[in-house]
């Protein structure tokens, strides 16, 4: 049987916000997208830098050093895991 990637909470709401927002962006930038939406997630800045480091380690973001700042950007492949997450979510909750 194949292994199958299973995304936290956590990794599911910032994966979904990256594809919001559709480009890079640093790491207390989303803390601070987070603050603005409704649903109004709660997380700590440290919570979401570790999250991010654990996907960037997963191939499920990118980051990189620009201007002193690190920025994320979601990978094809965190694209692809957080599709597979939002059906194997919506079979489960029928």
Same mark, same amino acid.
């Given at each position: 049987?194949?292994?199958?990637?299973?995304?936290?909470?956590?990794?599911?709401?910032?994966?979904?916000? +990256?594809?919001?927002?559709? /480009?890079?962006?640093h790491g207390y930038k989303? #803390?601070?997208?987070? %603050?603005?939406?409704?649903?109004?997630?709660?997380?700590?800045?440290g919570t979401i830098y570790?999250? +991010?480091?654990?996907?960037? /380690?997963?191939?499920?973001?990118?980051?990189? #050093?620009?201007?002193? %700042?690190r920025f994320y950007k979601?990978?094809?492949?965190?694209?692809?895991?957080?599709?597979?997450?939002?059906?194997?979510?919506?079979?489960?909750?029928?």
């Open positions: 049987m194949k292994n199958i990637a299973k995304l936290s909470e956590k990794e599911q709401i910032i994966l979904k916000l +990256l594809i919001d927002i559709g /480009k890079e962006i989303i #803390f601070i997208e987070l %603050k603005t939406r409704p649903e109004r997630p709660r997380m700590q800045v570790t999250t +991010l480091s654990r996907m960037d /380690k997963k191939g499920y973001v990118r980051s990189r #050093f620009r201007s002193e %700042k979601l990978t094809d492949l965190g694209q692809r895991v957080l599709e597979a997450t939002d059906i194997f979510n919506n079979h489960i909750e029928r």
